[in-house]
């Protein structure tokens, strides 16, 4: 068991590395060679700290040369500083796994292109929650609870009716996921059952709230929801007020299933230290819908589309207008990763979905602007395309507005929120790393006449 990744660098401190190599090497030195044990971690099963085999070597898990990863080693202690907790393995997880070099994401041990192909995202969501895939019978039952916890509580819609009619969609479903707490019994109740009941009530009910605000902001009647179809389908009636094509139905499922689940990513990582202080399901998906609306994580599909209809209102040449962001030292959104070093897998597959989208409307401008900016990001920087690249205008081309894609993110993604958390209370531990101080010390205060 990893206390961090290979790729984290390391040990070294503010104070010097030959003192703290020193410090190592005389602990490694009293401690065998698999089993050094520095403190107690979170993975003990019954609850009691079990050993974590960390050893102090710099030809072992931490590169000993890389200063400023470290911060402080004590022998009963061990503090690992990583910006950004770049490489930090917090926690134990069977739900999904990444490799950042080959450019695999893997749900369960199903790789994401099968799963794409051959499973619906109902199935995807039982499957992270359950471990396994749902035989016919299983999905019957699970899908027919999904669909019996759609409609939101009066008060929700309400608040919907109150709500700004320009407030930000990721405002408004952080707000109601948050509210919706307020109308469930169980919202405290933290034995396992209720916690899978909320999960699917939570996850029922995020489609109804996004389709009633974008309906209400754009005076329209918010439309109930279908006690039949997937829950693609479902939103998209629900956004439209009619039918979707097979087409589209199929396409968004498959948006779904893509977006599900993705290891320990920021939002993720924000539910499960809601969860880890026994705080409430409502409490940590609202915190995470918080954390998913930065545009350093969902909200960037959102700015991706907002850049591609500035490109095309100004009738601009995509490889300038991307070189000169980058001279301008900008971010270009939906481009770089914190855990791939090649091709998101979920990119490939989105662009070969705008790909076809483009060749259903018979117009291939956003399929054209994305290669030619794809093609200068690779020339320019290197830096592969994510998953928020290529989402943004295959929603676009399904007649989402921009400023919802990050909700359709959101919709997704709770099933990783809701698995994670029942999988942190199956075995909970509080998450509470440190902070290196750097401020002042020893200071003494003024009586306030005299400053
Ligand atoms: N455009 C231009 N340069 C980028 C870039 C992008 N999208 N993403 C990373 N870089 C550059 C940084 O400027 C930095 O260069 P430097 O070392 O010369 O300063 C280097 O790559 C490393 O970036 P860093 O921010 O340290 O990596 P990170 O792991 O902390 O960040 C992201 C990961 C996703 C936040 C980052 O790639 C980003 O901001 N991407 C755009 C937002 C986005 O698409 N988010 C969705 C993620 S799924």
């Known amino acids: 068991m990893l206390l961090c ?6 040990w070294a401190g503010p104070r010097g590395l030959l003192q703290k190599r020193s410090r190592a090497d005389s ?32 030809h072992t898990f931490f590169d000993m040369a890389d200063q400023e990863s470290v911060t402080e080693l004590t022998t009963d202690k061990a503090s690992i500083k990583a910006r950004g907790l770049e490489g930090v393995i917090a926690l134990e ?55 019996s916890e759609r409609a939101l509580p009066a008060p929700i819609l309400n608040l919907l009716r109150e709500t700004p009619a320009d407030a930000h969609p990721m405002a408004v479903l952080r707000t109601a996921v948050s509210a919706l707490a307020l109308y469930d019994e169980e919202a405290d109740t933290m034995e396992e059952a209720a916690n899978h009941r909320k999960a699917d009530r939570i996850l029922a009910q995020i489609p109804t709230i996004i389709a009633a605000f974008d309906r209400l902001r754009k005076d329209k009647e918010p439309v109930a929801p279908l006690d039949h179809g997937s829950m693609a389908h479902n939103f998209l009636y ?17 948006c779904l299933v893509l977006h599900a689940d993705h290891g ?58 991307i070189r ?45 602007y994305t290669t030619k900016i794809h093609e200068t990001m690779t020339e320019e920087t290197g830096i592969d395309p994510n998953v928020d690249f290529f989402s943004g205008p295959t ?42 101080y750097v401020g002042a010390r020893d200071r003494t205060v003024t009586p306030i006449a005299e400053r």
Not at 395 to 402: A, R
């Open 5 to 10: 990744s290979e790729k984290t660098p390391a």
């Open 27 to 58: 602990l490694n030195a009293g401690l065998s060679q698999h089993t050094a044990c520095l403190r107690p971690c979170p993975f003990g099963r019954d609850g009691h700290a079990v050993s974590i085999p960390l050893r102090l070597s710099p």
């Open 93 to 147: 997880s069977e739900l999904s796994s990444i490799d950042g070099d080959k450019g695999q994401l893997i749900y369960r041990g199903y790789d994401i292109h099968d799963l794409a192909d051959h499973a619906s995202f109902e199935e995807v969501v039982y499957l992270l929650r359950h471990g396994e895939l749902p035989a016919q019978s299983e999905l019957d039952d699970f899908s027919s609870h999904l669909r």
């Open 238 to 254: 629900m956004l439209n007020g009619e039918k979707p094509g097979a087409a589209a139905e199929d396409t968004f499922d498959v």
């Open 264 to 321: 320990l990513n920021a939002s993720t990582f924000t539910s499960r230290v809601i969860g880890s202080t026994l705080s409430d399901m409502y409490s940590a998906v609202s915190g995470s819908v918080g954390a998913l609306k930065g545009r350093l994580h969902g909200g960037a599909n959102q700015e991706v589309m907002r850049m591609l209809l500035d490109i095309d209102a100004k009738g601009a040449d995509p490889t300038s207008y």
């Open 324 to 368: 000169d962001r980058l001279d301008a030292d900008e971010r270009v959104m939906g481009f770089g990763h914190r855990v791939y070093n090649t091709m998101d897998p979920r990119a490939a597959i989105l662009r070969t979905m705008v790909k076809e989208l483009s060749e259903e409307a018979g117009d291939m401008k956003w399929y054209e």
């Open 395 to 436: 929603y676009y081309q399904l007649g989402l507005d921009p400023d919802l894609f990050t909700t359709i993110f959101a919709l997704s993604r709770t099933a990783g929120w809701t698995a994670h958390l029942l999988e942190q209370w199956a075995d909970n531990r509080l998450i509470r790393p440190r902070a290196q």
